[in-house]
């Protein structure tokens, strides 16, 4: 099975801006793996983000925006808010098995 | 708006199967061309996607776990389930219930719900 890797730690300085990255095992990441973006706080369930790499849902903060870059999805914080710090997920499609990454731990100072 | 409850054991015995409901209320699990999902955390670790159930009936499975587990729909409760058999401690986990659509394929998610696996 493919695996999908994320920073395990990432921190920002509030108000600065920060990108993180989803890599694949099999290669670049393309708009076929229809990269997937989750945020999940402690004690609480997942929050889908981003869809599709750049797709955001009517409950996403704007500052958040998803993209491909160099190869990878890319999830950039623009602003980051002490609120925002949270356990963030990458999800990908391989031909329909989706596979998600480690997540990055995102801390904001 | 649509919320997702899980329901079920919170201590299943090793070996045994676990079984799990999602209610959905707010909506109708059939209207709409939905694909109703599971996904696990295993304590302090990240996510893992299980599989989904489309609003065909059509399954698809994480291949890790295909020969275990069962996801169905019962459109007269409103609800949809996963069945995992022949658990074991490593099936320890919060179960998630999602609702996605053609696209995009995951949007909400439900509270989750801990099981243990333990005799």
């Known amino acids: 099975q493919a695996a999908v890797t994320q920073e395990p730690s990432v921190t920002v300085s509030a108000g600065a801006t920060v990108t993180l990255t989803c890599a694949s095992s099999?290669?670049?990441?393309?708009?076929?793996?229809?990269p997937y973006w989750l945020q999940q706080k402690p004690g609480q369930a997942p929050r889908t983000l981003i869809s599709?790499?750049?797709n955001k849902y009517s409950w996403t903060p704007a500052r958040f925006s998803g993209s491909l870059l160099g190869g990878k999805a890319a999830l950039t914080l623009s602003g980051a808010q002490t609120e925002d710090e949270a356990e963030y997920y990458c999800l990908l499609s391989y031909s329909g098995v989706w596979v998600f990454g480690g997540g990055t731990k995102l801390t904001v100072l | 708006q649509v919320q997702l409850q899980e329901s079920g054991p919170g201590l299943v015995k090793p070996s045994q199967t676990l079984s799990l409901t999602c209610t959905v209320s707010g909506g109708s699990i059939s209207s709409g061309l939905y694909f109703w999902s599971w996904i696990r955390q295993h304590p302090g670790k990240g996510l893992e996607w299980i599989g989904y159930?489309?609003?065909?009936?059509?399954?698809y499975y994480n291949p890790s776990l295909k020969s275990r587990v069962t996801i169905s729909l019962d459109t007269s409760k409103n609800q949809f389930s996963l069945k995992l058999s022949s658990v074991t401690a490593a099936d320890t986990a919060v179960y998630y219930c999602?609702?996605?659509?053609?696209?995009?394929?995951?949007?909400?998610w439900g509270q989750g719900t801990l099981v243990t696996v333990s005799s």
């Open positions: 159930i489309s609003y065909s009936g059509s399954t």
């Open positions: 599709d790499i750049g």
């Open positions: 099999t290669g670049a990441v393309t708009s076929g793996h229809y």
């Open positions: 999602g609702r996605g659509a053609v696209t995009p394929r995951f949007d909400l």
